[in-house]
């Protein structure tokens, strides 16, 4: 049996694989912390019997997809609420759907005192608690180890109320990725970094090369151009070889 359109279709089905990846990277340029997935593939060989005797076909597998977990530039953004995470590390949220995992670190305050991430998710502290800022702190400085002081109206001395939260994981490619660049820690362990950094003042930005993932879309689609090529020149090859099988029937 010819096994060309099916080895074709194979690389097309990996090459549609890699341009979703791409263009959810692509999406996500801007978005805060953000880490960029990848894809890895593989090919399977398979003993094909044919008129010529046996030969092998190699397929192309999706064979899975990985977060890449490299940081990301450190932007400066003079908010005493943002915060970077240096090196590895996440900061966790509380959402409806649970505790989540993030290395957005753009912080404000709620209406009710509450540190929260953007969308209004309090952010934890390290025995994922939340975090209250006092209505009459001035001003809020956060230390290399996450401990937050604030100054009070009328105190001489700032005070610490708390420390924000640094987890990692002894399985982070298990974490499970979600949106706005959070991950679901279900399948893996988290636990207290007890020498994560923190750097306020700042935020990390994305880890996508725009330019990078740009390239790789322009060779996607030279490279599915390609193969498409191939796929209707076997098939019209297919065709006239029956054309001329019924005429000389």
């Not at 993030?102 to 025995?127: F, H, I, Q």
């Not at 298990?174 to 399948?187: I, K, P, Q, V, Y």
Request: charged fraction near 20%.
């Amino acid at each position: 049996m010819d096994t060309s359109l099916y080895v074709n279709l194979s690389y097309q089905s990996s090459l549609q694989r890699r341009l979703e990846l791409i263009a959810n990277n692509i999406a996500n340029v801007n978005t805060a912390g953000f880490k960029g997935e990848r894809v890895m593939f593989d090919d399977v060989t398979h003993k094909s019997a044919g008129a010529a005797g046996t030969a092998s076909v190699s397929f192309v597998i999706d064979r899975a997809s990985y977060t890449d977990f490299n940081t990301g530039s450190i932007t400066q953004t003079g908010n005493q609420f943002d915060v970077a995470v240096v090196g590895e590390g996440f900061l966790s949220v509380e959402t409806p759907n649970g505790i989540r995992y993030t290395r957005d670190g753009r912080m404000n305050v709620s209406p009710n005192g509450v540190l929260v991430n953007l969308d209004g998710s309090p952010v934890l502290g390290r025995a994922g608690e939340q975090i209250q800022i006092p209505e009459q702190a001035i001003s809020v400085a956060i230390s290399q180890s996450g401990t937050i002081s604030v100054q009070l109206e009328g105190e001489p001395q700032p005070i610490d109320i708390g420390t924000i939260g640094i987890f990692e994981f002894d399985e982070p490619q298990r974490l499970e990725r979600e949106e706005s660049g959070r991950f679901n820690a279900e399948d893996t362990f988290a636990v207290n970094k007890q020498d994560g950094q923190i750097q306020q003042f700042a935020i990390e930005s994305s880890n996508i090369n725009p330019i990078k993932e740009i390239i790789k879309l322009m060779e996607l689609s030279r490279a599915y151009t390609q193969v498409s090529k191939s796929s209707s020149d076997i098939h019209d090859q297919k065709k006239d070889s029956i054309g001329r099988l019924s005429k000389n029937s």
